[in-house]
């Protein structure tokens, strides 16, 4: 088999010509530039038209005159119609459930499209512009019957067929398109994503996203006669005219796949990162070809760009450059000399036009004046990023040098970054991969979806808004104490938008694009699964998690809590986790936090007398969580007032032991989706506390969950493990190599904990109809607003979304 690796680096060489010479027009880009919450930026080219929540896929018809696209997320899941001449969408119709499947008939007057979790598929007229349901077909119950329809593809011409592949099921379903019949069922032995048709009407070929495998469906023999193994989460594929190669995307590996179908061999592989071997992180989930078919676009998700490829001589394909669109790219479609690209997060995350609005030289919010960035009425985060297609015409060679510069622009990552990070000599964090810190034991404290406001708006010397305060220093007098007495982070973004991404972010600094499409829909109560925390292979992470990294390199450690299975420790979800858990309380509102700090201390000190403490510990502590006004549980206050003291009193232990001296502990919020911060929604409250830690100390410095998870990294000796948390500024400015080593006494709570919500309320009614055993599954719109009222007694104030404008990139340097 001849498989030639091909790399998408565009030469430096070549960018440093254009630079000096087209830098007006490199300028131009930068005016528009957004600096978003993860340290990465957009500058967008071409048109952009505002669509519906987290676009997946397009269809265009025969005739191409119209598209449709599939919106698939948090609130309401819509297809949209655009004309593609003009360049509009000319309608937009409300679908119960939708997910990425989408094919026009042959004549063009029928859409099919994917139900989602309806688990059918519904077939709409295409009439007088306008589209209207007429008919569906049906591959089960609806959720909680596990089948979730994704991809589809039609065959009318010999066998009349309607095929469709599932996610929760494994399965092909065929149909009788006449009679609607569902005439056969194959299991496929893994999640599928997408189905095409070969040229010649026979074979069905059907991506793996589960697997690393290509299958071949052979509609005669009714039976799947081949597989080809591929990349990693094979998921959208494009078939030449002439049927002839297959071109497959492989998100988990930055790649492209290219199968000859007559040899039925991978005859190429295109590396589509913006370096050569780049760790998982651009997620190429999307591909489409030039009309004369010798260019390919890729749609790299991750790295907010399109890969561009001459593939004129498959075998021998070269890179072209990147294309810069909209923020998480997953859709690419040519039309004449024009690409359309959907960007499953838009442009910006937001600022909400009904809250506080504060303006700074550093984070100035993005004006309203266009369509594009005009977010409807949410609150939740969840809904908040309104999807947007960019329309780009072909670029000429020159373009596409001036694109390709701003791409590398808006990429904080680079090879370089992986094993030397920023820093300062003599500091405890090195800034080389493998370097010596005087720092031995690492302690990461994962906690539950809070906002920087909520919590630490009423520290003065902190960017806070005290009119969004819940759980101020009254409540929370521990974590204003690590605040005060060593350093207050008000700049610090989570990565993730819930606790379905969040917790592989926090783990892993990268959520990959099962858990990115899919927990949308579950979140919005329309079913389905996202694989979080190692619940589903599908959702881990290529490389798996810090724990896989630590094994890999000879770091001890230890998970209390995170990625455990609900049986107090004892059947850990990842290999790398077995006999390295602990007898603790995993998640769940029915344990204090304070008795799982006791767990913890039985088991640490056991370490401490057997000089075994390990290298690195994860700790989750949740119940900042609360259960909202639920009737006869723990009232807000007292949740947080006591995953507070827990906190402290862990940190008061460990600051006693003999281990103190070199160790240093880090916590975090997985997600900041419970509520308001008039900066941003993934602000969130963050605390480093340690000997080595500055004290009395305000940083300013933007940071993010991965670039926490960077620093720890670099303490520990370990390489980064995505392209997330190699880029990711490590937070050296916070520590010192004069160590304080006086320990840290915990505060008692003024709250009693024993307070319960009052039973036969209005919101104690409503908290009941909710499931509170598992993190987000209430509704976080009615949640914030059952907490809100609960504590305030009026309705909760609208979250705020700023988007971040880099102005200067020498000035933002460090600020």
Excluded at 449 to 469: A, H
Aim: glycine letters at 8%; proline letters at 5%.
């Amino acid at each position: 088999m001849n498989i030639k690796l091909k790399f998408s680096l565009i030469s430096l060489v070549l960018i440093f010509l254009f630079q000096t010479s087209f830098s007006q027009s490199l300028s131009e880009l930068d005016k528009k530039k957004v600096l978003l919450p993860n340290g990465w930026s957009l500058t967008p080219a071409g048109k952009n038209l505002s669509i519906g929540e987290l676009p997946l896929n397009m269809a265009v018809t025969k005739n191409r005159k119209y598209m449709a696209i599939t919106n698939n997320g948090q609130s309401t899941h819509t297809i949209d119609l655009i004309d593609v001449e003009k360049e509009i969408r000319i309608d937009s119709i409300v679908i119960a459930k939708a997910w990425y499947g989408l094919a026009f008939s042959k004549d063009d007057q029928f859409l099919y499209a994917s139900g989602g979790h309806d688990n059918k598929v519904n077939k709409y007229a295409l009439q007088n512009e306008k589209l209207q349901l007429v008919d569906s077909f049906a591959l089960g119950k609806a959720w909680p019957n596990q089948i979730g329809t994704a991809g589809l593809d039609l065959e009318e011409t010999i066998h009349n067929k309607l095929f469709v592949v599932t996610k929760e099921a494994k399965s092909l379903y065929v149909f009788n398109l006449g009679t609607k019949e569902l005439e056969q069922t194959i299991s496929l032995g893994a999640e599928a994503y997408a189905c095409k048709l070969s040229n010649d009407r026979n074979t069905l070929y059907i991506s793996l996203w589960g697997d690393k495998k290509v299958l071949f469906y052979d509609i005669k023999s009714e039976k799947i006669v081949q597989e080809i193994s591929v990349g990693n989460h094979p998921n959208e594929m494009f078939l030449t005219r002439n049927g002839v190669y297959l071109y497959v995307a492989n998100s988990d590996d930055n790649s492209v796949s290219i199968i000859n179908t007559k040899t039925k061999t991978v005859v190429e592989t295109l590396n589509a990162a913006l370096y050569p071997d780049s760790p998982s992180g651009s997620t190429s989930n999307g591909l489409a070809l030039s009309e004369d078919e010798k260019t390919l676009y890729i749609a790299n998700a991750d790295n907010n760009c399109l890969a561009v490829f001459d593939v004129s001589e498959v075998s021998e394909s070269k890179s072209k450059g990147f294309i810069p669109v909209g923020w998480y790219p997953t859709n690419v479609k040519v039309i004449g000399k024009k690409i359309f690209v959907t960007n499953g997060k838009g442009l910006s995350s937001y600022a909400n036009p009904f809250g506080p609005n504060p303006v700074d030289k550093k984070q100035l919010v993005l004006s309203h004046k266009a369509d594009v960035t005009k977010p409807e009425k949410v609150q939740y985060i969840g809904s908040l990023f309104r999807g947007t297609l960019s329309i780009i015409s072909e670029p000429s060679v020159t373009q596409l040098g001036i694109f390709s510069q701003a791409v590398y622009k808006n990429s904080p990552y680079s090879k370089s970054k992986e094993l030397l990070a920023d820093g300062e000599p003599g500091n405890p964090i090195p800034m080389k991969v493998g370097d010596k810190s005087p720092i031995k034991h690492v302690f990461y404290i994962i906690k539950e979806n809070r906002t920087y406001d909520q919590v630490l708006s009423d520290i003065p010397g902190g960017n806070g808004d005290t009119s969004l305060l819940l759980f101020g220093e009254k409540i929370t007098p521990n974590q204003h104490k690590f605040a005060r007495d060593y350093v207050l982070l008000d700049n610090f973004y989570v990565d993730a938008e819930v606790s379905a991404d969040g917790h592989n972010w926090s783990m892993g600094a990268y959520a990959n694009d099962y858990v990115e499409k899919n927990w949308p829909a579950s979140y919005g109560a329309k079913g389905g699964t996202h694989g979080t925390s190692a619940t589903l292979k599908i959702g881990n992470n290529k490389d798996g998690f810090i724990w896989d990294l630590c094994a890999k390199h000879n770091v001890t450690y230890r998970s209390y809590g995170e990625f455990v299975a609900d049986d107090f420790g004892l059947k850990p979800r990842l290999e790398s986790l077995k006999g390295h858990s602990a007898n603790y309380a995993p998640y769940g509102l029915g344990v204090r936090d304070t008795t799982r700090f006791y767990q913890w201390k039985r088991d640490f000190d056991f370490l401490v007398e057997n000089n075994a403490v390990p290298q690195f510990s994860t700790i989750r502590l949740g119940n900042n969580h609360t259960e909202g006004m639920r009737a006869g549980r723990p009232t807000p206050f007292a949740h947080v007032a006591d995953n507070d003291l827990a906190v402290g009193m862990l940190i008061d232990h460990l600051s006693k032991s003999p281990v103190w001296k070199e160790s240093v502990v880090f916590i975090l919020e997985d997600d900041a989706q419970n509520g308001p911060d008039h900066v941003d929604a993934h602000r969130s409250p963050a605390f480093v506390i340690g000997p080595f830690v500055k004290r009395k100390y305000v940083d300013h410095t933007m940071y993010t969950t991965s670039g926490m998870l960077r620093t720890m990294e670099l303490i520990l000796g370990l390489p980064p493990m995505t392209q997330y948390d190699a880029a990711a500024t490590p937070m050296w400015r916070l520590f010192t190599n004069k160590p304080n080593y006086t320990p840290f006494n915990h505060l008692p709570v003024s709250v009693n904990l024993n307070d319960k919500n009052p039973a036969n309320t209005k919101l104690g009614k409503l908290s009941e109809k909710f499931d509170w055993t598992k993190e987000d599954a209430v509704p976080d719109l009615i949640f914030n607003d059952i907490l809100w009222m609960g504590i305030k007694g009026k309705p909760a104030p609208s979250p705020v979304r700023a988007a971040f404008l880099k102005i200067n990139d020498k000035e933002d340097e460090g600020k």
